[in-house]
């Protein structure tokens, strides 16, 4: 029915020179062809029994999912992660970022590994701390920092959740943006939103979710002085954008949903809030990973959809429902270069150094950062309700 099918080349294994960190990995990486490797990681995780907690983020590859013992967004899996105080180790099979949030969230008795340390986020390296500060440093100039509260997107460093922690803001994800944007309104009369690194997901949740006009945001260039704006238009935002954005979901077009539509009025679009808002506002349906899936669960059969997310999800969901014609949103194959870094040779790397006393890659947040970070990322568990940009 549609000219954009869902790719079927086989998995990438490719490198995203935003985030390569060049990080030497300890410890025998097995080779991809090792016919064994499936048969290694059971054994390594049924030896280490319930002192390991293995966590999967949609958008790893399905030889990874397959040994989570939960998979989720990342604001689940943030939930998941606090909630087993009792798993000596918390093997994260995501990215870098995430893996840091489940530090902050669990025990100093329980040590966090991340498979591949070059599986970071190039949406979190576009908003460096000394950039941060510079910025806030720039609004209190303008006279407005007493009134900005800053919001970030799960997906960023550490050192800018606890950034938020100390400077009275709070973490988001894609599920919860819209409760965090209301709560953060809500800290001061006239109130602006500094909102981290993200650009999509900010604008996306404050015009159609919280009804501000595109005049009311605006974005901030971190490489130029007073990020780019005037006083003027310092003064007349109610939100202000960091000029960040993912790159896999950046990548979806407003032409590709105009084709998609043109030959297929029955066609839903249902996409992810990091999407532009060009993109976001041609969609049927919008929302996080988790409320994609469940879009799909929920469909009739002989429906068709396409979809705007990454394509290991995609594929994942297409596989589960062939009653449905599914198809990727994007004319070409677009994987999340890091999520795949993930694979099952560092995956049985990691189970196995464990089940032999070894901790390889571990993930750990220095004590104040930590503190600072819980701040922000408790006061998120603690708003309520999780949804849908629109659904
Ligand atoms: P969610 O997990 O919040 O849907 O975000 C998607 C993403 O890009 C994760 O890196
Ligand atoms: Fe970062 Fe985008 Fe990849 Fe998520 S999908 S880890 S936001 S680059």
Redesign the pocket.
């Known amino acids: 029915m549609t000219t954009v099918d869902l790719p079927l080349l086989p998995l990438g294994r490719g490198t995203d020179p935003n985030t390569e960190r060049g990080v030497e990995c300890p410890g025998d990486l097995p080779p991809a062809s090792d016919p064994t490797l499936v048969e290694r990681a059971r054994a390594a995780k049924e030896k280490l029994g319930d002192r390991v907690f293995v966590l999967g983020h949609h958008?790893q590859r399905d030889e990874v999912i397959q040994f989570a013992d939960v998979t989720g967004d990342s604001f689940k899996l943030a939930r998941d992660a606090a909630a087993r105080p009792d798993a000596e180790f918390i093997v994260f099979c995501g990215?870098h970022f995430m893996a840091e949030s489940a530090d902050i969230l669990t025990t100093d008795a329980q040590q966090v590994v991340l498979p591949d340390l070059a599986a970071g986020?190039?949406?979190?390296d576009m908003a460096a701390l000394t950039q941060v500060e510079a910025a806030w440093d720039a609004l209190a100039a303008a006279g407005v920092a007493d009134r900005v509260v800053p919001v970030t997107y799960m997906?960023s460093t550490a050192d800018i959740k606890a950034f938020c922690g100390r400077n009275g803001g709070v973490v988001c994800t894609s599920s919860n943006a819209e409760t965090a944007l209301r709560w953060a309104f809500d800290q001061h009369e006239d109130a602006k939103i500094l909102f981290l690194p993200d650009q999509h997901l900010g604008r996306n949740t404050a015009v159609l979710q919280l009804g501000f006009s595109l005049d009311e945001c605006v974005v901030w260039n971190p490489h130029r002085p007073n990020g780019g704006l005037t006083a003027e238009q310092i003064d007349g935002a109610r939100m202000i954008l960091w000029q960040g954005h993912?790159?896999?979901?950046g990548r979806f077009s407003e032409d590709v949903v105009d084709a998609l539509r043109a030959q297929d009025p029955d066609l839903t679009v249902i996409v992810h809030p990091?999407c532009k808002h060009e993109v976001v506002t041609r969609a049927d349906m919008v929302g996080s990973t988790e409320f994609i899936i469940k879009a799909i669960e929920a469909a009739e059969p002989g429906t068709h959809w396409a979809i705007g997310t990454?394509l290991n999800l995609v594929k994942r969901l297409a596989d589960s429902r062939p009653d449905l014609n599914i198809s990727f949103l994007d004319r070409n194959v677009c994987y999340?270069s890091?999520?795949n870094r993930i694979d099952l040779p560092h995956l049985v790397r990691s189970l196995e150094s464990l089940a032999e006393g070894v901790v390889v890659n571990r993930i750990e947040v220095d004590p104040t950062t930590q503190a600072e970070a819980k701040v922000a990322l408790d006061r998120m568990l603690a708003l309520p309700g999780t949804g849908a940009v629109r659904g």
């Open positions: 958008y990215v986020c190039s949406m979190a997906n993912c790159s896999v979901h990091e990454e999340c890091t999520m």
